[in-house]
T-cell receptor, first 111, second 115 residues
């Protein structure tokens, strides 16, 4: 059975801190790993990673994939209260193409 | 570009009643997904359509859940009869083509409470 495990499940930090969110996976026939940010209800796309060792960046957010060790990290530097959300990691395999989500990491950034 | 539209936003029903959700994907998106997200969990795929054909419904509880996508555009998801454990957010998502990439665009979801 395919597994996607995120850690920590929840995190509270102060504004300005740097956070690292983890996602490990065990799937058959890996295709890609995606990160989504969920505020309220609708998840919004952050990154899609397919190749090991290539960092994707967008402003203060960055992510990298390690296909050998089967994990990805999402880094957020200089956190702001607007970064408070649930961060979802999802893996796609070559059979079906649907996203297989982890439980998410709930991040709260306090002023 | 208009996003994925879902309705209703909220629904409260009693157990054993029936309920239906509606989704209108982004124009031109061939692939449509329904996900169920129980509080504290990640979204779980219920059913995936490619145009108006079902690609994957292996996790759909078919004794009570049904979904259709007539004409390959709008989709409806129905629960009949509802159980307490069906309380969740039901998310609809669409993508351009499942074989070209996996970036999904999600709607705002329908929050279902079964009492």
């Amino acid at each position: 059975e395919d597994k996607v495990v995120q850690s920590p499940l929840s995190l509270v930090v102060h504004e300005g801190d740097t956070v690292t969110l983890n996602c490990s996976y065990e799937v058959t026939n890996f295709r890609s790993l995606l990160w989504y940010k969920q505020e309220k209800k609708a998840p919004t796309f952050l990154f899609m990673l397919t190749s090991s060792g290539i960092e994707k960046k967008s402003g203060r957010l960055s992510s990298i994939l390690d296909k050998k060790e089967l994990f990805s990290i999402l880094n957020i530097t200089a956190t702001q209260t607007g970064d408070s959300a649930i961060y979802l990691c999802a893996v796609v395999t070559n059979s079906g193409y649907a996203l297989n989500f982890g439980k998410g990491t709930s991040l709260l950034v306090t002023p | 570009e208009a996003g994925v539209a879902q309705s209703p936003r909220y629904k409260i029903i009693e157990k054993r009643q029936s309920v239906a959700f509606w989704c209108n994907p982004i124009s031109g998106h061939a692939t449509l997904y329904w996900y169920q997200q129980i509080l504290g969990q990640g979204p779980k795929l219920l059913i995936q359509f490619q145009n108006n054909g079902v690609v994957d419904d292996s996790q759909l509880p078919k004794d009570r859940f049904s979904a259709e996508r007539l004409k390959g555009v709008d989709s409806t998801l129905k629960i009949q009869p509802a159980k307490l454990e069906d309380s969740a957010v039901y998310l609809c998502a669409s993508s351009l083509n499942r074989d070209r990439g996996e970036k999904l665009f999600f709607g705002s979801g329908t929050q279902l409470s079964v009492l």
